[in-house]
Structures are given as structure tokens and as C-alpha cells.
């Protein structure tokens, strides 16, 4: 392990989806709120569609001109916020799968994984499977998908079995 302390610490997540509404909705069944009613850094509200700054563009790789709405959520008030951005004009690609290079999935910690599965799965959630365990049963997990599509993972570890699976020889 190195000896260097990071400089870096959590900021944010960043979702680009293609209905703020609804993903905001979707969000918030996950227990998020909203913390500011736009992306202040990027111009951009979550009522009306602006352009961003060409510095902004510039900084996201962006053209110049790009508009799009946003808002921050955060889930309790720690690190990191969840931001969510809806670009206009951009051509979008499809979200990443679980096979697949680079961020693919937002994992969320569960209390009561069981619970959680039932309540979203009521509420029109679709999961790609029931909530499965591993073999050594640290953790159950369970995958479900935003409104775009991108792979949302709770799992509920079970933190008190991490210890003896690491220490057997």
C-alpha cells in the first residue's frame, strides 16, 4: 500500500439521461433529494434548456452551444452528489453494459435488500434478476436500471463475514 495520502476525495456522479423529470423521479424513489435545482458550474437550470459557457463545453468535450438542463441530488449529505444533466442536441449512446469497459454500474448500499427489491419492484422497477448472494454470502446483490437505462447495483454486505473469508489460509 502507498505510503502517499491522496489529494483527491469525492465530488460527484454524473448521469446524462434523456428526461430529467423522470429520472429525477426515479431517483428520488431510490431515496435521493435534491440539493440545488441546477448545475450552477455548467449554467445550467432544471426548468428551462440553456447553453452552457464555452468554458464548460470545453472542459466536458462538449460543441460550443450545447444546452441542456441539470440538477443536483445527493443521498443523505455526504459525498459523492449525484448530478443529472439532459443535453439538447447531442447525439446520445446507448448506457455501457455489465460486460463492458469503463463506469457501467452506480452501486447503492442497502440496509434491508429484500425490502428494497419488493417496494421498487411494486413501483414498476425492473431488476435483472431477484436478489442473488455470492457464494461465500458476504453480500446479496441486486441490479435495476434507470429510466436511460444505466445499471443501478444494490447490494447489502454483510461486513462481519469479510473478516473470516480474508483470514482462511
Known sequence: ???RSSTLSWGHINVNVSDLEASVAFYEMLGFERLLPGIP?????DEAAAAMPDAGCEALG??????????????????????LTEFHGT?????????DRGLVRLCLAARDL???YQRLTEAGV???????ADPGRLADVAVCADPDGTL??????????????VNRP
Request: charged share 20%; net charge positive.
Open 126 to 132: 425492473t431488476f435483472l434478476s431477484p436478489p442473488r
Open 91 to 99: 447525439a446520445p449512446r446507448a448506457p455501457l453494459e455489465n460486460g
Open 62 to 83: 462538449l460543441p460550443s452551444g450545447t444546452r441542456g438542463r441539470g440538477c443536483i441530488l445527493q443521498l443523505g449529505t455526504g459525498f459523492p452528489k449525484l448530478d
Open 114 to 116: 429484500a425490502a428494497d
Open 41 to 45: 458550474y455548467l449554467g445550467l437550470a
Open 152 to 165: 443501478i447495483e444494490l447490494i447489502q454486505i454483510y461486513p462481519e463475514r469479510w473478516a473470516r473469508s
Open 1 to 3: 500500500m502507498s505510503q
